[in-house]
């Protein structure tokens, strides 16, 4: 190993964090043993530099390099440390952590590319191909109800999205098979699809629960009757008790959301709230008032005033 590994690296001391990852990457895809089977002095190469940016990647490790607390090795005093230790440490490079995999994988790509494929040694080189993220907006009722969407790839390509009943807000479907071709032989990277949902203006989901806000009239909170009111699988009629209050809810049972892994729906929470008419005419004023003097009532008794 490096006693520098700046000098592992070939970069100054002063270089960005930019400047050491291109550094590694370019040392990767020249010595990598994947790619330079048999070829000891390369190994030694790339594990050296594996080892030192493993080290000057994490900004709190190289500024303890800088100031004398540790060695090259990250170890707080200086020690001695022989190949056969090396090899089997936890850290190595090679065996181990340090190397970044998707550094890797960029590196074995743009490696192939750079050979257009031809050789036996890139040949020899198996990985799956990358996952590839997309996003995809859906009504809330196809999220509620399931559905099935095609989505545009960057290629032009269209696949086909089936989107599961139920799914919320964030969540993502993986495509297996649908994302970057694999490298040699490996098998290809995945499409994971996040899905956004889009707000509906009567609907508001709660868990598996369905909740609305339903303005009725002063009538119809004092005298009580039938009156209609919109779910997510159509118009029903639902019982307003005589002398209802604003926040009273009703609960419909089952007219919910289906729940994960079973046949049964959520319900449907119907807040009442009275509307005042657009207008207050003279008779409704000179009824309320006539009406106040004999039946005042006080619906803020026992607040802090």
């Known amino acids: 190993m490096s006693d520098d590994p700046y000098s592992a690296l070939g970069v100054a001391k002063d270089a960005s964090a930019a400047e050491i990852k291109k550094a590694y990457r370019r040392i990767a895809k020249e010595c990598h043993p994947d790619l330079k089977p048999g070829d000891a002095e390369a190994e030694a190469k ?20 800088d100031n004398g607390e540790i060695d090259a090795s990250g170890q707080e005093r200086p020690q001695q440390q022989y190949y056969r230790d090396y090899a089997e440490a936890a850290g190595n490079p090679y065996r181990g952590r340090a190397a ?42 196809d999220a509620v109800f399931g559905a099935s969407q095609k ?28 994302g970057d071709p694999g490298f040699g032989d490996g ?21 598996d629960d369905i909740h609305i806000t339903l303005p009725i009239t002063i009538d119809e909170a004092i005298l009580g009757g039938k009156i209609p009111a919109p ?28 729940k994960r892994g079973s046949s049964e729906r959520g319900d449907q929470l119907i807040e009442l709230t009275i509307a005042m008419p657009d207008q207050v005419d003279d008779d409704l004023k000179q009824f309320m008032g006539t009406w106040r003097e004999s039946h005042s009532y006080d619906p803020r008794k026992g607040m802090p005033s």
């Open 46 to 65: 790339f594990k050296a530099a594996a080892a030192a940016y493993d080290l000057l990647k994490d900004p709190e490790k190289r500024a303890q390099f």
């Open 100 to 141: 970044d995999p998707d550094d890797m994988s960029d590196i074995f790509a743009e490696f192939m590319r750079g050979r257009g494929g031809h050789g036996q040694r890139a040949q020899e080189f198996h990985a799956p191909g990358h996952n590839r993220g997309y996003s995809l907006q859906i009504s809330f009722l």
């Open 151 to 178: 989505l545009t790839l960057p290629d032009g390509d269209r696949i086909e999205v089936k989107i599961p009943a139920g799914i919320t807000d964030g969540q993502t479907i993986r495509l297996r098979g649908k």
């Open 187 to 207: 098998p290809p990277g995945d499409a994971l699809v996040t899905v956004s949902v889009a707000r509906h203006p009567v609907f508001d989901r709660q868990g």
């Open 231 to 258: 779910t997510i699988d159509g118009g029903v009629s639902v019982s307003v008790p005589a002398g209802t209050s604003s926040g009273i809810t009703l609960r419909l049972r089952g007219k919910g959301v289906k």
